[in-house]
């Protein structure tokens, strides 16, 4: 569990306007020491500190919560105003002006926006000062919610962050787990296929085996991400001269058993690639699954490829609703689809680790999308 005065300095010292905050504030209050205080029922700890007077206090010292007026206004909440701890009613006799010597005192809370009370922008001085003024106690309150609102930030930040790193970890670990029960799923489908089964149960095996080949991509894409956040980036073995067509074929193949009664229509060109032969296959992959996810199921995906000018140029296209621009602009960041209708869900993740495909390999991709048809476009550098 962090340290709370640890953690409490650490939020304030990340805040760029405190400094200026506490400068402003002794110049304009004439108080020779300013500070921001993170304040609870047990403890009093500083977090930014400006001392002109030697106080003695710097950030993630404490002092006695019960010694602190801090304590008081944790309970009320309301600005605390002493412009001379001598001639006040309430304070000249409170123990602490008494114990740490000051005669003028002001400490706005430091409210956050769920409510809960952070602590407080606080100034002291052992000399009287004029104070209760609309002008100072304004800026104490403005202040203190400019404050809040970047505590707010820097938390919602930290819990967002903790949250990404628990989601693509259990990501991570949730794939590798995955691997083993479909690798025997796999073998198993592999080894009754080659039996001899009735029509019916020869349908089975085949559907069963699709859903193998879905799974292992989804699989792949899965740690692909996880890869790709935890380890600093997408990594590409690209080696000379790779004759991608029979790969890409290959692919198709696959595909086309998956998803039986879809046309996939196809013109490969010859060419050869400096490219990860692999993952351009997984590029293609997750381009048709995803133009057979979106696409209408009556009319074909055309897949193609050729040698443009000092570049590969890989096309995949299908008709179907048209994207519209907004959901365009995000297309190709994870977690985020085209479209989200009942059976067609997933992750979110195909067209993401495409386009990483692609940047690995120098590459750009883009999408054009009209009422007529969808076109994914990646060109890739041949040298």
Known sequence: MPDLAAESVDIVSRIDAVPKVLDVVCRVTGMGFAAVARVTESRWIACGVLDKIDFGLAPGNELAIETTICNEIRDHREVVIIEHVAEDPEFACHHTPAQYGFQSYISAPILLSDGSFFGTLCAIDPAPNKLNTPEIVDMFRLFAELIAFHVDARRKMEQDRHANELREQFIAVLGHDLRNPLASIDAGTRMLARTDLSDKSKT????????????????????????????????????????????????????????????????????????????????????????????????????????????????????????????????????????????????????????????????????????????????????
């Open 204 to 383: 089975v095996v085949e559907l069963m085996r699709a859903s193998v080949v879905r799974m292992s991509g989804l699989i792949d894409n899965v740690l692909d991400f996880a890869r790709g956040r935890l380890g600093g980036g997408l990594a590409v073995e690209q080696a000379e001269r790779v004759p991608l067509r029979p790969v890409l074929e290959h692919v198709v193949a696959e595909l086309s058993i998956a998803n039986p009664g879809r046309s996939i229509e196809t013109d490969f060109s010859d060419c050869l690639v400096r490219c990860d032969e692999g993952r351009m296959g997984q590029l293609v992959s997750n381009l048709v699954a995803n133009a057979l996810t979106h696409g209408n199921a009556d009319s074909p995906i055309r897949v193609r490829t050729a040698e443009v000018g000092r570049e590969f140029i890989v096309s995949v296209t299908n008709s179907g609703k048209q994207i519209p621009q907004a959901v365009r602009r995000d297309l190709f960041k994870p977690f985020v689809r085209a479209t989200v209708e009942h059976g067609r869900e997933g992750l979110g993740l195909g067209l993401y680790i495409a386009s990483e495909i692609v940047k690995a390999h120098g590459g750009t991709i883009d999408v054009t999308s009209n009422e007529a048809e969808t076109c994914f476009t990646c060109r890739i550098p041949l040298r």
